[in-house]
């Protein structure tokens, strides 16, 4: 047989046995399982967690039942996660793991079943303020790394804490709204018990905010829905045109945002997302892929660094815009639950948390 012939047949086995071998190889490849990451996810839980700004969502363990009401990343250090529970005390996570520990006070100062309604901190986050009520009885209790003070209880039962501010100019100077309506000072920090009253809205506080400036502006909503707003850190309050849009006048306020890169209000609302540049005496709409007045916002939360970026929640959807608005995607939590607060990590702003209600 010629010499070609050979080298010519030996080329075709060569390739023949290549083409099998890809095939089998393939084939194996088609039947092997899919590899997934190795992220916990939680069933059943009430706090979400996103590292990658929002586009996938994971369920954080070690909550339980329990009920997230407010959240907040420690003042400074931007690695830890505070969470206020309804019903079952205070948890934290830390720097984006996907479980949370529950803090249990061996001296009971802050009990494990205390119903949390608000934080306050220091500016390099060495004093958490709660405001917790237990026993059927508000009070703040001041936490740091080795100790709990209790520095004030409310007089009344069955009225929580709206509502606290610490200046980040003078920690000592601190403000706290209560639902009865009354705002309390000291400029003491709370060590002499020394609260002064130093206003009241008749129709009780129903949410309280601001705008984190030492000197800076409170906004807080009655029960009735009218919003008012204090240049003198609660000392006298202003009310504010009844918050309405196109005529339609807003019935709930769950959650507002000052931006302070956007100059601006932001309103999570029983009609949809609204903004106000005027300090909340006038109001405009976002166009979301939801019409307005078709399905409420229940939070939002702002981008730290970049004032074209926000996220909006309404049920278990989550819509996020790159360009002030103009824009939006949306994703969806892994369970159907509705969202009711939001936080953001402004040291890596692509760790969002998430807390849902049952």
């Given amino acids: 047989m010629p010499r070609i012939v050979i080298v010519f047949l030996i080329i075709i086995g060569v390739a023949l046995a290549g083409t099998l071998v890809t095939f089998i190889v393939l084939r194996n490849q088609q039947n092997a399982p899919v590899q997934r990451g190795t992220k916990v996810i939680a069933?059943?839980?009430?706090?979400?967690?996103?590292?990658?700004?929002?586009?996938s969502w994971a369920g954080v363990s070690g909550l339980g039942s329990a009920i997230p009401r407010v959240l907040a990343f420690k003042s400074g250090a931007h690695n830890k996660l505070y969470i206020g529970t309804e019903s079952?005390?205070?948890?934290?996570?830390?720097?984006?793991?996907?479980?949370?520990?529950?803090?249990?006070?061996?001296?009971?100062?802050?009990?494990?079943?205390?119903r949390i309604t608000a934080f306050a901190q220091n500016i390099d986050g060495t004093q958490l303020f709660i405001g917790a009520t237990q026993n059927s009885r508000a009070r703040v209790i001041r936490l740091t790394e080795d100790s709990a003070e209790e520095i004030f209880v409310a007089a009344l039962d069955r009225f929580d804490i709206t509502g606290l501010a610490v200046n980040t100019g003078n920690a000592r100077h601190i403000t706290i709204a209560v639902a009865d309506g009354t705002a309390f000072e000291t400029q003491d920090g709370g060590k002499s018990r020394s609260w002064e009253p130093i206003s009241r809205i008749g129709s009780g506080i129903a949410g309280f905010?601001?705008?984190?400036?030492?000197e800076g502006a409170f906004w807080a909503i009655d029960n009735k829905g009218s919003l008012f707003q204090s240049g003198s850190r609660g000392r006298l309050w202003k009310e504010l045109p009844r918050v309405a849009f196109?005529?339609?006048?807003?019935t709930k306020m769950y959650n507002l945002v000052f931006s302070v890169i956007r100059h601006s209000l932001l309103a999570a609302t029983s009609h949809g997302l609204l903004e106000s540049q005027d300090a909340g005496f006038s109001w405009s709409s976002f166009r979301m892929p939801?019409?307005?007045?078709?399905?409420?916002?229940?939070?939002?939360?702002?981008?730290?660094?970049?004032?074209?970026?926000?996220?909006?929640a309404s049920g278990d959807q989550i819509y996020r815009t790159d360009d002030s608005g103009i824009s939006w995607r949306q994703t969806l939590l892994a369970e159907k639950?509705?969202?009711?607060?939001?936080a953001v990590d402004s040291n890596k702003p692509k760790h969002l948390y998430a807390g849902t209600s049952q």
């Fill in 88 to 114: 079952n005390g205070l948890f934290i996570a830390r720097d984006g793991a996907d479980t949370v520990e529950h803090v249990s006070d061996p001296k009971g100062i802050l009990a494990d079943d205390a």
């Fill in 209 to 214: 905010w601001d705008d984190g400036k030492p």
């Fill in 290 to 312: 939801i019409p307005s007045g078709s399905s409420p916002i229940t939070t939002v939360i702002t981008h730290p660094h970049l004032p074209e970026i926000f996220w909006a």
């Fill in 246 to 250: 196109d005529g339609v006048k807003i």
């Fill in 43 to 55: 069933k059943d839980s009430n706090l979400f967690f996103s590292s990658d700004g929002g586009e």
């Fill in 337 to 342: 639950k509705n969202i009711i607060i939001m």
